[in-house]
C-alpha cells in the first residue's frame, strides 16, 4: 500500500496564543481537519487542499478529502467547495494560477491506485478531469501537478508500466497547451532503479525551469524505508537525475529549493526528537549536516521567493512547535511563535508580505483554522529583484517595500552560480515604510567570457547584519564587441566585430549634418569574428558617426578621418 507522508498532529490542544507576526483566521474546514497544502498564487488568493484527522486504537491517522477552502479577499471571506471527481479520490496536491484556474491531482484513497488530473477554470464552480484514459490509469499513483505558465505543465506520479509493459518507472506526463494533451516521458530518460520508484505526495520544489522531487527506490512501509532520492530536472521534467538522501529515511519532513544551486532539507530524528537540517549547494548533488543555532520548527518549509529566506512550521508532538524562520539559508533561526496548542500545519509564502499556514481545526465551533502573515520577513522587504540586457549592459532592478535600520546593498556577480564577489555597492535608505526603487548597471559583461551570468544582492544593516537575496540568472549569448580600427583615419577602417550567437548586421557612416555616407547590409551572420571595411576615401576630413545595428539594436561610435 502507499504510504502517505503528511505531518501527524499533537491532539493536547490548549488554549491561542500567537506572535503578533501572525494572525488566526476562521476558516470553515470541519472537525478534526487542517490544511494540507496551502496554496498562495497572489497576494488576495489562497486556496487549500484539506485532511481529516482521526484516531484509530489509540493510533493516529490522516485521511484526505476532495474538499478545499478558497478565498479571493486576502482571508476576508472564505468558501468551502469539493472537487467533482469520482468517490474515494482525494486532493494530492493542488496548483493555482489565480482565483478563477487552479489544478489538482489526485489519487483514489481507497484503493492507494488510480486517479488524474483536474482542472477548474471558474474559481471551483466546475471541474474537469483532464486526458481521461490517456494518462494515470487503474495502477497510477498521481503524487503532484504543476505548471510553468499557462501552457506548459507537468504531472508526476509513482512508478507504473506503459503499453510496453516494461519495468515500471515513474509516470511523468508534460504538456504545452494548457493541459489538452499530454506526452509521457521516456523511460530512457529516468535513472535505473531496482525497485518500482515511489513519489511523495506534494512533495516537489521548482526554481525556473529546474524541478526537484522526493522518490524511494521501492515501497516504504512504517517499518521499512527503501533507499531514498531527490530526482532533479533541468528541462522542465524531460531528463531526470537522482541524487541519494543520506539523513534519516524515516524522519526527512519537507525540503525545499531557493535558487538552482541551494536547497535545504528539514527532519525530526525520531529517536532522539531532535530537528535536523541537511543543505545542499550543488542543486541536490550532495547534502551536508548543518550546525544550525535557534529553535528550527522542522515540520514543513517554504520559501520566500527570490530571497534566501527559509519559513518552517511543526505541530509534531516533539521537537519545537510553532513556527520560526531564518535568513541565512538556515544558519540561524528565530521563533515566530511557539507552543502545541498553535498546530501549524502547511506554509506558503508568495512574498515577504504575504504568507499563509494551514491549522489543525478539532472541533468546527473553533476559532481558528488557518494563520495569515501580517508583517515583513525582513526588516528590509526586497521585492522584485530583476536582471535584463541593456545595451550589452546587465541591468538589475529591485524595489523595498519596508526598510530598517538598511545601510544598503552589496551587488554581487558570479560565472557558475555558486562563487560569488563583490562589483559593486547601493546605498539604502536607512528606515523607511513607503516603496523604494532600486537599480546598477553592470557595464563589465562584455568582457566575461561565458555564456551566462548570475547576481544576487547581499543587503547589509548598519550594525553589520547581513541577508542574500536570490540569484538572477541572465543569457550572454546574444552579447556581443565592437570596435573601430583605426580611428583616426585615413581614408579605410573597419568595424571589428565579435558575435556570441547568430545575428542580423547592419552599418551606416553619416555625417555630423546627417548625410549617409555609407551603408552596408550584412544580413544575418553565425557567431564569429567579423571585420567589416569603412571606405571614407572620398569623404571630407572630420568626425562621421558609424551606426552599428544588431538585431535591430542600434549602437553608434564616432570616427575621425
Known sequence: MKKIFYTLLSLSLLHFSANAQWTNLNVPHGNNTFLHDV?????????????????????PFTTVTKQYVRTTDAGATWEKKSITAP??????????????????????????????????????????????????????????????????????????????FQFPY?????????????????????????????GIVNRYSVVGDTIWAEVYDG???????????????????????AFPITTPQ?????????????????????DTQTPFLNRSSDGGATWTSINY??????????????????????????????????????????LIDTGID?????????????????????????FGGIFQWTGSIFPVALQNFKGILQNNNALLTWSTATETNNKGFSVERSTDGRNFKAIGFVNGHGTSTQVNNYSYTDADIIKLATSSVYYRLKQVDFDGKEKYSGVV?????????????????????????QLNAQSKVSVQVISVSGKTIQVIDKGSLPEGSYSIPLNLSAAAKGAYYVRLAVNGETFVKTVVK
Open 39 to 59: 496554496e498562495v498564487p497572489n497576494e488576495n488568493t489562497v486556496w487549500g487542499g484539506i485532511t481529516i484527522f482521526f484516531t484509530f486504537l489509540g493510533q
Open 170 to 198: 515513474l509516470e511523468v506526463y508534460k504538456t504545452s497547451d494548457y493541459g489538452d494533451t499530454w506526452q509521457r516521458v521516456p523511460k530512457e530518460n529516468f535513472p535505473t532503479t531496482t525497485d518500482v520508484p515511489i
Open 342 to 366: 498553535l498546530l501549524h500545519t502547511d506554509v506558503k509564502f508568495f512574498n515577504s508580505t504575504t504568507g499563509w499556514s494551514g491549522q489543525y481545526r478539532q472541533n468546527s465551533t473553533d
Open 473 to 497: 540568472k541572465l543569457d550572454l549569448s546574444k552579447i556581443f564587441s565592437w570596435n573601430i580600427l583605426p580611428n583616426p583615419i585615413i581614408n579605410e577602417s573597419g568595424v571589428q566585430l
Open 87 to 164: 468517490s474515494g479520490y482525494s486532493i494530492a496536491n493542488l496548483f493555482a494560477f489565480d482565483a478563477d484556474t487552479c489544478y489538482s491531482a489526485m489519487y483514489n484513497g481507497n484503493t492507494s491506485i488510480s486517479g488524474g488530473i483536474f482542472k477548474t477554470t471558474n474559481g471551483g464552480t466546475t471541474w474537469t478531469q483532464l486526458a481521461v484514459g490517456k494518462i494515470f490509469d487503474a495502477n497510477s499513483f498521481p503524487d503532484f501537478v504543476y505548471f510553468w505558465n499557462p501552457k506548459d505543465g507537468i504531472a508526476f506520479g509513482d512508478g507504473n508500466t506503459d503499453s510496453s
Open 293 to 334: 543555532s535557534g529553535p528550527l520548527t522542522a515540520g514543513n518549509i517554504s520559501n520566500v521567493p527570490g530571497t534566501s529566506a527559509l519559513v518552517t512550521t511543526n505541530s509534531l508532538s516533539f521537537g519545537p512547535q510553532g513556527s520560526s524562520y531564518s535568513w541565512d539559508l538556515g544558519d540561524t533561526w528565530t
Open 250 to 270: 524515516d524522519a526527512l519532513n519537507d525540503f525545499v529549493f531557493t535558487d538552482s544551486r541551494n536547497g535545504v532539507i528539514i527532519g525530526s530524528d525520531a
Open 219 to 241: 515501497t516504504p512501509t512504517s517499518t521499512f524505508f527503501p533507499p531514498h532520492y531527490i530526482y532533479r530536472s533541468d528541462d522542465r521534467g524531460l531528463h531526470w537525475q
